[in-house]
């Protein structure tokens, strides 16, 4: 495909998956600007203090599309930008059709922003997210070590009943030195790796932690 003809095909093809938001968020489209190796299309809500442009930069070294967010109140320059999404030039499909996946993922995780009743989370916020998820689902989890314990529990009960039923036959007595061994550390790998994986989660939380103080000094100077 011509390059004239890709970058018509994404204008169009844009306009069409992301008149979403000036139907149903209240958007007013700004227009388009193009440059040699650029197209931006712009979208503002002025009562929701929100700007967003789909740009997409059509130079080798450049990052391709990107959808980039702004809150007009605090500041429009390129580098305050938030770019929650983007598809690098190896990624697009002549058609274009990724669009519609950019647009749909859009609407679907970031409509609180969109629609100005939160901003993009910062370092710490989306850290702290992810870090309650893993409590909740791993073994850091109290639930999770509980459930674990009862099935260990139950297996081992078993195990000592199948012994016993054949404690007489001699392979069975030798089959101890390997299940011993396996069931202790089935036991050791619930309550181990929860103080293992404390130790990681407090380390990621102290340099988390230095990189928004390196950031918040960068910001100041």
């Known amino acids: 495909m ?97 669009l519609a996946e950019t647009a749909l993922e859009l609407r679907e995780n970031y409509e609180a922003v969109i629609t100005g009743k939160s901003w993009m989370p910062t370092l710490r916020e989306s850290f702290d997210k992810e870090l309650e998820k893993v409590r909740s689902e791993s073994v850091l989890s109290p639930e999770y070590r509980k459930r674990k314990t009862i099935l260990w529990t139950v297996r081992t009960l078993l195990a000592a009943v199948l012994y016993f039923i054949f404690w007489k036959y001699e392979w069975v007595r030798w089959s101890l030195v390997v299940y011993i061994p396996l069931n202790l550390f089935g036991l050791l790998s619930i309550y181990g790796w929860n103080y293992i994986l404390k130790r990681k989660i407090d380390k990621t939380t102290r340099a988390v932690s230095e990189a928004e103080r390196v950031i918040r000094e960068s910001d100041n100077e």
Request: hydrophobic share 30%; net charge negative; aromatic share 12%.
């Open 2 to 98: 011509k390059p004239e003809l890709k970058r018509q095909k994404f204008i169009e093809k844009a306009q069409t998956e992301f008149a979403y938001l000036l139907s149903d968020f209240g958007y007013i489209f700004k227009g388009i600007k193009s440059a040699e190796r650029v197209d931006r299309l712009s979208y503002e809500n002025k009562k929701a203090d929100r700007l967003i442009i789909l740009s997409n930069q059509y130079h080798p070294s450049d990052d391709g599309f990107e959808i980039q967010l702004y809150r007009p109140s605090v500041s429009t320059d390129h580098v305050e930008r938030e770019m929650p999404i983007h598809r690098l030039k190896e990624d697009q499909d002549e058609n274009q059709e990724y």
